[in-house]
Structures are given as structure tokens and as C-alpha cells.
């Protein structure tokens, strides 16, 4: 069974600091891994994709790396902004969807 | 398109009450998913469907809980009766191709059972 962690937690960084999200999985047969953001009382947000081939992806300020053999992605924000405050989720494509609790971000100005 | 589409945003029912909720994937999206997230599970799925077709529902928690897809544009999730546990967000997303594809998910339904 695929378990998800995500750490740390909660984050609070001030504004303008660079930033790095941890999430490790405990089955490397995945297709996909995905990173989400949630705003509160809202939906998921899309923000990257990485393919199981692919080593990492980029948009924007972000940048999210995926490393199979050590079960591990990492997802880097830099020049975190307020705006940046929100949940954040990494789910990995098997045979299902399989979540991670989440880090919660906050970004003081 | 107006993306996934979930109806009603809010329920506040009692307990022993049939609880409906509602979703519109995105037109030409082939799979839907439904998800529960509460704060000590997390996102959970609960079941998908392929083509209206159910394809995993080892998710669906109880007997109280059954999904249905009669056409590609609707799908519900009925909870009969209903159950202060049962109180948690409940999202519906869609994908085009399949269940590695990008989901792409509604704004969630907020359930509140007393």
C-alpha cells in the first residue's frame, strides 16, 4: 500500500525567502507524481506534473523534482510571496491517487 | 469550459437524513473521481468511474454511501442515512484519459451532519 508524507507540516517563512517542500513515498511504481495547492474552503489547484520519466518540472517561481529510486519529490518556491499561503499537496498516480496530508504554508510580508 | 462543477457547495443536515451531492465534470472527460477529505484522513478516494461505468468503489466507506454516473455529464454521490462522521468536504474531479491523467477537481462540497 502507497503511503504519502509530506513534511514539514506547517511552514511560516517571511516574504522573499526561497523555500523547499519534502514529500516521500514508500512505492517507486508510480506513473505520475503531481503537486497541488488548496486554499482554504476551496478546491485543488493544479501546479505541476512530473511524469515518471521525467526528473523535474518548472512554472514560474516553482520547480519540483521527482527521484523514484529514493522515493522522494521536492517541491521549491522561490521568492515566496504572501499570495504564496496556501496548502500544499503532492499525490502519486499508481493504480490510484494517493495524497500526502499536506505542508501549510505561510508566508509573512 | 466552467470546469467541474459541484452541487450544492454547502449542506448542513441531522443526523438519519438522505444527503445528495452532485457533480458536472468537464465535457469530454472520460473518468470521475470522488474524494472525502477530513482533517485526520486527509484526501481519500472513494470511488471512480470510467466511461459511467464504476471501476474501483474499495474506497466507498459503508453501505450508507453509493455513487451513481447515468449519463457522461452527471454524477451523484447519496449518503442514506447520514451520520455526524460523515461530515467532511467531498470533491469530485475528472480526467480525460485515465486515472494517472491530471484530475482536475471541483470546489467541493462542505457536508456538516449534526
Known amino acids: 500500500k502507497q503511503e504519502v508524507t509530506q513534511i514539514p507540516a506547517a511552514l511560516s517563512v517571511p516574504e522573499g525567502e526561497n523555500l523547499v517542500l519534502n514529500c516521500s513515498f514508500t512505492?517507486?511504481?508510480?506513473?505520475?507524481l503531481q503537486w497541488f495547492r488548496q486554499d482554504p474552503g476551496k478546491g485543488l489547484t493544479s501546479l505541476l506534473l512530473?511524469?515518471?520519466?521525467?526528473r523535474e518540472q518548472t512554472s514560474g517561481r516553482l520547480n519540483a523534482s521527482l527521484d523514484k529510486s529514493s522515493g522522494r519529490s521536492t517541491l521549491y518556491i522561490a521568492a515566496s510571496q504572501p499570495g504564496d499561503s496556501a496548502t500544499y499537496l503532492c499525490?502519486?498516480?499508481?493504480?490510484?491517487?494517493?495524497f500526502g496530508a499536506g505542508t501549510i504554508l505561510r508566508v509573512k510580508s | 469550459d466552467a470546469g467541474v462543477i459541484q452541487s450544492p457547495r454547502h449542506e448542513v443536515t441531522e443526523m438519519g437524513q438522505e444527503v445528495t451531492l452532485r457533480c458536472k465534470p468537464i465535457?469530454?472527460?472520460?473518468?470521475l473521481f470522488w474524494y472525502r477529505q477530513t482533517m485526520m484522513r486527509g484526501l481519500e478516494l472513494l470511488i471512480y468511474?470510467?466511461?459511467?461505468?464504476?471501476?474501483?468503489d474499495s474506497g466507498m466507506p459503508e453501505d450508507r454511501f453509493s455513487a451513481k454516473m447515468p449519463n457522461a455529464s452527471f454524477s451523484t454521490l447519496k449518503i442514506q442515512p447520514s451520520e455526524p462522521r460523515d461530515s467532511a468536504v467531498y470533491f469530485c474531479?475528472?480526467?480525460?484519459?485515465?486515472?494517472?491523467?491530471?484530475?482536475?477537481f471541483g470546489p467541493g462540497t462542505r457536508l456538516l451532519v449534526l
Open positions: 474531479a475528472s480526467s480525460l484519459r485515465g486515472s494517472q491523467e491530471t484530475q482536475y
Open positions: 512505492d517507486s511504481a508510480i506513473y505520475n
Open positions: 512530473i511524469q515518471s520519466s521525467q
Open positions: 499525490a502519486l498516480y499508481g493504480n490510484k491517487l494517493v
Open positions: 465535457s469530454g472527460h472520460d473518468y
Open positions: 468511474f470510467n466511461n459511467n461505468v464504476p471501476i474501483d
